[in-house]
């Protein structure tokens, strides 16, 4: 688990679990199993994505960091895009 951002708006969380299947360098990266939380404070709401979904978000993030360096807003911005679909509220223990 690595809390990958945090800002007023939302917190976003990343869960690598690697597979216990054997894989040879020449069949490509790694496979992992897992994905990212994403906590939208102010709906008190999460979603976590996994699979293509999660793929899709992992790569969104790559472009905005490659294009420069984001602002708060600009990453706000584009996690809210995946942050609306959650419906699981968050509780507190």
């Known amino acids: 688990m690595h809390m990958l951002y945090n800002s007023d708006s939302f917190i976003v969380v990343q869960f690598d679990v690697p597979t216990d299947v054997p894989q040879a360098v020449e069949e490509g990266p790694q496979i992992n199993r897992g994905g990212f939380e994403i906590v939208d404070k ?5 979603i ?3 699979g293509a ?3 899709s978000f992992s790569q969104g993030v790559q472009a905005l960091i490659e294009d420069g360096e984001p602002s708060e807003d600009e990453l706000d911005a584009f996690i809210e895009r995946y942050a609306v679909m959650g419906q699981q509220p968050v509780v507190m223990h």
Do not use: M, S, T
């Open 42 to 46: 102010f709906a008190r709401k999460e």
């Open 48 to 50: 976590f994505i996994e």
């Open 53 to 55: 979904l999660a793929e």
